[in-house]
């Protein structure tokens, strides 16, 4: 509440910032009654380690029968929602094909996000913000804040900046009972460049796995904090001798599909880590549209064969 003028006012607007008053969801409110991890954990265990991607290309909205507009990006995302919601552990609409059509898309992306909730299956936000911590901490409101339009389970983040700018969200995403995935070793192959970098005889990605470790400890049955790492990554997990066993961390591995991760390149990347995999899916799932039936097919069959897969 803001009233009166001069130092009264701002002694009100800094006493109503420290109650979390002024901010839908800032840090401070009533932590969610379970966290992250854990229902990760158990939706992995109810309906296998598959994350199915939203990801309306323009290719997909066109083999779909849709118009690139808001109009086919809302039916193809209503359309997703229907096929994959309460059949897989979790969905990740990809922020970027909502926001390039403008506000209008992002109300759709609400939308979206209140669909998955509705349905009691999990949101992953792929927005990978990152910024300063000041800065972070309005991300972490949007993405995670209690009462935000565009809140969701869990959030991906660019840690570039520095592992420790994304606290504000770390800490939101704990104080909510919600997730964070945080780039380790991207599946794209420019990401060598950056993520394999020495500093102190330690890599970059080393440096995200050692935050996240240290995050994480003593969560149980999986912590909150994950991280992602690549389908596609080969050999770099063991030559830069990342534990991420250790990390216990929920591990988003894109990739498998379309840009060419397999089961076989899951068990080579990940070893003893394996369990704590979630392997995301978008364009190769996606594919079997626009029919609601063939797409909940193509996501049951994916889960169930990497269930078989990555079994220990
Ligand atoms: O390292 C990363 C991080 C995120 N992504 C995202 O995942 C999907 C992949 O889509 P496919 O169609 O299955 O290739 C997409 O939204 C990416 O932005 C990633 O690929 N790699």
């Not at 158990?42 to 690139?68: E, Y």
Request: with cysteine; net charge negative; aromatic share 4%.
């Amino acid at each position: 509440m803001i009233s009166g003028g001069g130092a009264e006012a701002a002694a009100e607007v800094a006493a109503d910032l420290a109650a979390s008053r002024l901010v839908p969801g800032a840090p401070g409110r009533a932590p969610g009654a379970t966290p992250f991890g854990a229902r990760l954990r158990a939706a992995m265990d109810d309906h296998g380690p598959l994350c199915v991607g939203i990801d309306p290309h323009d290719a997909l909205l066109a083999a779909w029968g849709l118009p690139s507009t808001v109009a086919g990006l809302e039916r193809f995302a209503a359309t997703c929602v229907e096929a994959f919601a309460g059949r897989v552990a979790c969905v990740k609409p990809q922020s970027a094909f909502f926001e390039r059509f403008g506000s209008a898309g992002v109300a759709v992306l609400e939308r979206t996000l209140a669909d998955l909730r509705e349905a009691g299956t999990l949101s992953l936000l792929d927005a990978k913000r990152g910024d300063i911590g000041s800065t972070m901490a309005a991300y972490a409101q949007a993405y995670l804040g209690e009462d935000s339009p565009l809140r969701a389970d869990a959030v991906t983040l660019s840690p570039f900046l520095g592992y420790e700018s994304l606290r504000p969200a770390l800490d939101q995403a704990a104080a909510t009972g919600r997730g964070v995935f945080v780039l380790a070793l991207t599946s794209n192959p420019e990401g060598a460049s950056v993520q394999h970098a020495m500093l102190d005889r330690r890599s970059v990605a080393g440096r995200v796995v050692d935050g996240v470790t240290a995050d994480n400890a003593g969560a149980r049955p999986l912590g909150s904090v994950g991280m992602v790492v690549g389908a596609t990554v080969g050999t770099a997990v063991q030559e830069l001798a990342l534990d991420l066993a250790a990390a216990n961390a929920p591990l988003l591995a894109p990739g498998v599909g379309a840009q060419g991760g397999t089961a076989e390149s899951l068990r080579a990347v990940f070893g003893e880590a394996l369990g704590n995999v979630l392997a995301s899916s978008s364009r190769e799932v996606l594919g079997a549209g626009p029919d609601v039936a063939a797409l909940a097919a193509a996501a049951r069959d994916t889960a169930d064969r990497l269930a078989g897969d990555l079994r220990g």
